[in-house]
């Protein structure tokens, strides 16, 4: 019986022309985002790639120079596109993409591809994930509003009924036939993303098929509970025109108001310090001490006693080491110190803001897909962070080698500009590489989300077996 | 005409009496209100980190200029005093970095625009911008990703839902309900009545985005009466907006379908024009002329800083003198001037670059541009905030502005170093007067 219902709302779907021509415009969307999305994704991280590799080859082919003076040319580190941005572009466009690695400094991870477009960017880019999360719903709520409502009104719920068929049956049998429907648009164009994954996918990437299942579950889900949701609106609802006004309230305010009006009111709720003030308090820190009461020459003083009576001399001259390459890397040592405080402060602020819109998730459930997706994409704001750490571990690490050299080869007597090594010591020191997080540590950072989305799926299952037996009839 | 005023009159009170209409109004005017508020917000926070960087500048010059007047026969204050008159500095990195502000127009506050993409400040000091320039606000993506909540996203985006909203049914809801063959019996056509009841919607939607537009004045301070050509065209803009949606819906009314269907093809529009079509430009654009690769900038710059060190020094001062060749010549000997020369190397080589990566960037705008008609709230939105110049363009404008300032503060300074003098008082007082500007 259940499939039979099933069956029955799967094929009115089909036929109606209304459906058709809005179905058939979302396949279109969805096939033009997924196939000009690969191929960007692709193009982008090629760019990348070529431009890391000719960044390493410019590199180990300096010439000879001074170690401290590599260390000052520096490095470059790009931050690979992840596989499934071309589902979900997500914050790729508001992140920058390199950055320039180099001694004593920490630079910013630049050039957004937002500054260096119009304003136009802001309303955002057609990828399988805008229309998966906004579109989709739309198209679920056409599909479910007038499922009871004009059967109660042209009078064939009560007929129904009267045969002796258990409203939690019928209720169930719609949702089911709808979502058929839904699915029949969603699994095609899933399959042919998956038969995008290749080669460099898979380099790039070795958890990305794992990654592509939970996006698929995810939206599955998501789109489960729009049906459901939508149906029981249908079922409640005076006539199929308030229904239709209900959902399509519901949708203004889910998928356009309120995701932008909770993260304007995290940015308020947890105000972040400007530019300046994070440089000033970072500088104060090198320069006064984390404590305040530590300032840098002190620190120099009691650094240069503790050497002088490691090598058991008096004075700098003495010393079998180079003292500045000592200094260097104390200060270096020092000054990451204070950043890392700083920066993790100021990350944590902005994970606060974020992690409100993913509370929020819980009662929108399109907050809760963004995040998941974005997530899994790849491109959400914790993968930026593990790539900006991921690239001032390798400077850190390039740095204090430059500086191990100088201490130990770079005798005391030598002149700075008569100290070179060259490419088999600059070839020594590893490329830059970056694993992108795996799926269980995006799952066990996205708890919130996933846990939105199953208490939706799980209490909208409950209240529509518990409320089934009394929709109205008449 | 008298029919008309009946018409009007009564489909007022209907309306009015239907608590949709005021749940609406009641919807779209809080919003604009919050929108208000959030924009001023934002444009105070930002105003408050300015007036933060130029105090900071000032109380620093200020300490300068009384450096500047210690007795330096006391040991002690013989650093601080180099420091001061020295246009070199003191050590490294010891320049004075100066600031500059990108002062919020009047109207920022209602269209905050791109101003959050970037810094509205920067410091720099008299070496090279090349390497000072590349610096960004500490911004949470996932914000700028969601884009702001001011007046113009509720006039781009929410006015048109208010349209639709009161709109769809027009015609339906006569049908639906009975009336529509009571009215085709009257002896005034069908389609004077449905314009009629039109015009009604639509003067309290153009009612409605003026008193949202009055409020945004008055709530966020700004005169009327300086920015009234300012207000006008908000106004005349909107206008056209609100008018090119109510000829979309009356499109949509004359194909007399139920309401439901008028509603779903009256969002199927808005979805088309303010997501749709949008997001589809983007895209190709994204893949047509893709943004230029900037880390070719730092790259350059960084590789010729390398020559610089790693060759004799007349490297440096042949092209120096090429470029300049009014300077008093260099004394090669000597570290600062070479050291100085150096810098404007740097610059030139970034400025080239520079120049190549804003065309290809304006190739790419250009693009977006020609297509725009296709996004028509895209369109608005973008000719909001060129009128309240906190689009792209304006902040390039305040880059030059930069430029140029700096061009300034190297006259001064370099005529120092290369004829290895110590900035006089009036020296002093010229640089602070020029802070204050």
Redesign the interface.
């Known amino acids: 019986m259940l499939n039979l219902i099933a069956k029955k709302e799967f094929l009115t779907a089909l036929r109606d022309i209304r459906l058709q021509v809005s179905g058939g415009i979302l396949l279109i969307l969805m096939l033009t985002a997924v196939l000009v999305g690969k191929q960007g994704q692709q193009q982008l991280q090629q760019e990348r790639e070529d431009a890391q590799a000719a960044m390493r080859a410019q590199w180990v082919n300096q010439g000879e120079k001074h170690p401290h003076s590599a260390a000052h040319y520096g490095q470059f580190a790009f931050k690979p596109k992840p596989v499934l941005s071309f589902l979900d572009v997500g914050l790729d466009n508001y992140t920058g993409v390199s950055v320039f690695l180099e001694a004593h400094k920490q630079n910013e991870i630049l050039f957004s591809r937002a500054q260096d477009s119009n304003g136009m960017t802001r309303f955002g880019e057609m990828t399988a994930a805008l229309i998966f999360q906004v579109l989709m719903p739309l198209l679920i709520i056409f599909l479910t509003f007038n499922t009871f409502s004009q059967e109660r009104e042209e009078g064939t719920l009560k007929l129904i009924h009267g045969q002796g068929l258990s409203m939690a049956k019928l209720f169930w049998g719609k949702v089911g036939g709808i979502y058929g429907m839904v699915l029949l648009l969603f699994v095609p164009i899933i399959i042919l993303a998956y038969l995008m994954l290749n080669q460099q996918s898979a380099s790039l990437d070795t958890e990305v098929t794992t990654k592509f299942g939970a996006i698929t579950l995810g939206y599955a889900i998501y789109f489960l509970v729009f049906v459901i949701l939508g149906a029981l609106v249908s079922a409640f609802a005076r006539s199929s025109g308030v229904a239709l006004l209900t959902l399509l309230g519901l949708w203004v305010i889910a998928c356009i108001i309120l995701p932008k009006a909770t993260t304007n009111l995290a940015s308020k709720l947890y105000p972040a310090p400007s530019q300046f003030e994070f440089r000033e308090t970072i500088r104060n820190k090198v320069k006064n001490g984390i404590d305040g009461h530590n300032p840098s020459d002190v620190r120099l003083a009691s650094l240069k006693e503790e050497v002088l009576e490691e090598h058991g001399v008096a004075t700098i001259e003495e010393l079998p080491v180079n003292w500045s390459g000592i200094a260097m890397q104390a200060g270096e040592e020092y000054t990451d110190q204070v950043y890392d405080q700083e920066f993790s402060s100021v990350e944590s602020i902005f994970h606060r803001q974020n992690r409100l819109s993913e509370w929020i998730g819980f009662l929108n459930p399109y907050l809760a897909i963004r995040h998941l997706s974005m997530a899994l994409a790849g491109t959400d704001f914790t993968h930026h962070v593990t790539f900006a750490r991921a690239a001032e571990n390798y400077r850190r690490d390039f740095v204090k080698v430059m500086n191990k050299d100088m201490e130990v080869n770079h005798k005391p007597t030598i002149e700075y500009s008569d100290y070179k090594v060259g490419q088999e010591f600059w070839s020594s020191i590893p490329p830059f590489q970056y694993e992108l997080p795996s799926t269980a540590n995006i799952l066990a950072t996205q708890w919130r989300s996933v846990a939105a989305l199953l208490v939706w799926l799980v209490a909208l299952a409950l209240i529509g077996n518990q409320l089934a037996y009394r929709i109205p009839k008449l | 005409m008298k029919l008309f005023t009946h018409i009007l009159q009564y489909e007022w009170k209907s309306l009015w009496r239907s608590n949709i209409l005021k749940a609406l109004l009641l919807v779209v005017l809080g919003?604009g209100i919050?929108g208000i508020y959030?924009g001023k917000?934002e444009i105070e926070?930002q105003e408050t980190?300015m007036a933060?960087?130029q105090q900071?500048e000032r109380q620093q010059f200020d300490s300068l200029l009384y450096w500047s007047t210690l007795d330096t026969t006391y040991e002690a204050n013989q650093e601080k005093y180099q420091q001061a008159v020295s246009p070199t500095g003191v050590g490294w990195s010891k320049h004075f970095t100066y600031y500059l502000t990108h002062d919020a127009p009047p109207l920022a506050g209602l269209c905050l625009?791109?101003r959050d993409?970037?810094?509205v400040?920067y410091?720099f000091n008299v070496t090279d911008l090349a390497r000072q320039v590349?610096?960004?606000?500490?911004?949470?993506?996932?914000?700028?990703?969601?884009?702001?909540?001011d007046l113009s996203?509720v006039f781009v985006?929410?006015i048109p839902?208010l349209i639709i909203a009161l709109f769809y049914n027009i015609y339906a809801r006569e049908k639906?309900g009975g009336t529509l063959s009571l009215l085709q019996s009257q002896p005034v056509s069908l389609t004077t009545i449905l314009i009629s009841k039109g015009l009604l919607r639509m003067l309290i939607v153009l009612l409605t985005v003026t008193v949202l537009l009055l409020l945004g004045f008055l709530l966020q301070g700004i005169s009327l009466a300086q920015q009234f050509g300012l207000f006008m065209s908000w106004l005349l803009i909107i206008y056209g907006y609100c008018l090119l949606w109510t000829l979309l819906m009356g499109l949509v009314i004359s194909l007399k379908r139920s309401?439901?269907?008028s509603?779903?093809l009256g969002?199927?529009v808005w979805?088309i024009f303010?997501?749709?079509t949008?997001?589809?430009?983007?895209?190709?654009v994204?893949?047509q002329a893709?943004?230029?690769?900037?880390?070719e900038m730092?790259?350059a710059v960084?590789?010729l800083?390398?020559q610089n060190?790693?060759k004799p020094k007349s490297f440096v001062f042949d092209r120096f003198y090429q470029e300049n060749p009014d300077f008093p010549s260099a004394d090669t000997a000597d570290f600062n001037q070479w050291y100085y020369a150096s810098f404007t190397l740097l610059d030139d080589e970034a400025n080239a670059l520079k120049q190549q990566?804003e065309d290809q960037?304006a190739q790419?705008?250009q693009l977006?541009?020609r297509w725009?008609w296709l996004?028509p709230?895209?369109m608005v939105?973008?000719k909001l905030?060129a009128l309240s110049q906190t689009?792209?363009r304006s902040h390039q404008d305040f880059v030059t502005e930069m430029y140029v300032y700096h061009e300034g503060l190297k006259d001064i300074y370099y005529d120092k170093i290369f004829s290895s003098e110590m900035f006089a008082p009036s020296d002093l007082e010229t640089l602070s007067v020029r802070l204050s500007e």
């Not at chain 2, 590349?134 to 909540?149: D, R, S």
Request: glycine share 6%; charged share 15%.
């Open positions: 919003a919050y959030f917000f926070k980190r933060q960087v900071y625009g791109q993409l970037f810094p400040y410091g590349n610096v960004g606000e500490l911004a949470n993506p996932m914000k700028l990703l969601t884009g702001n909540f996203y985006f929410l839902l639906e309401a439901a269907l509603a779903m969002l199927g979805l303010t997501l749709i949008p997001a589809l430009l983007n895209m190709f994204s893949a893709p943004p230029p690769n900037r880390a730092i790259h960084r590789t800083n390398d060190w790693e990566f960037v790419r705008n977006l541009k725009e996004a709230a895209a939105h973008e905030s689009d792209r």
